[in-house]
C-alpha cells in the first residue's frame, strides 16, 4: 500500500544539542538516518490510569498497522514542542480545549536514534 504522508513536509532537524541546523524533506530525514529531526508524542491517561493508544494508519511511511502513543508528530518551522503538543492533539484527537499536559524528558527515539522526541502527558 502506497503511503499518504506528503513525503516533502519540511522537518526541523537539529543538531545533538537540539540546536536547529536546518529543514529537510519528511522521506530525507526518514531515510537517512544521520539527520536527527525534533517530533513530539503524547501520552494521555484517564482517573482509573488507563492509557489511550492509537493505531497507525496502514498508509503510514513508518510503522504502518503498529500500535503508539495516543499522538504524536513532528515540529513546524518555527514552532516549540509546546505548541506542537497543543496542535497535534486537537489534529489527531479533536480536543481543542487547554489541556494539562507536561514535558516528561527529552529523548531520541529509537534509543540512540535520529529523532528528538518529547513525550508529554
Known amino acids: 500500500m502506497e503511503t499518504t504522508d506528503n513525503q516533502d513536509e519540511l522537518f526541523v532537524v537539529v543538531d545533538k544539542n ?5 529543514y529537510r524533506t519528511r522521506k530525507e530525514c526518514h531515510q537517512n538516518k544521520t539527520l536527527i529531526h525534533r517530533s513530539v508524542g503524547m501520552v494521555i491517561s ?12 496502514l ?13 504524536s508528530g513532528h515540529l513546524k518551522k ?8 497543543e496542535r497535534e492533539i486537537k489534529e489527531e484527537l479533536g480536543v481543542a480545549r487547554k ?4 514535558l516528561l524528558k527529552r529523548l531520541s527515539l529509537p534509543p540512540g536514534g535520529k529523532q528528538n522526541c518529547t513525550p508529554f502527558f
Open 78 to 85: 518555527g514552532e516549540d514542542y509546546q505548541k506542537a503538543a
Open 59 to 71: 498508509t503510514k511511511d513508518l510503522y504502518p498497522g503498529f500500535y503508539s502513543s495516543s499522538c
Open 46 to 57: 484517564n482517573a482509573k490510569g488507563e492509557i489511550l493508544l492509537q493505531k497507525r494508519s
Open 18 to 22: 537540539d540546536k536547529v541546523v536546518g
Open 99 to 102: 489541556l494539562n499536559i507536561k
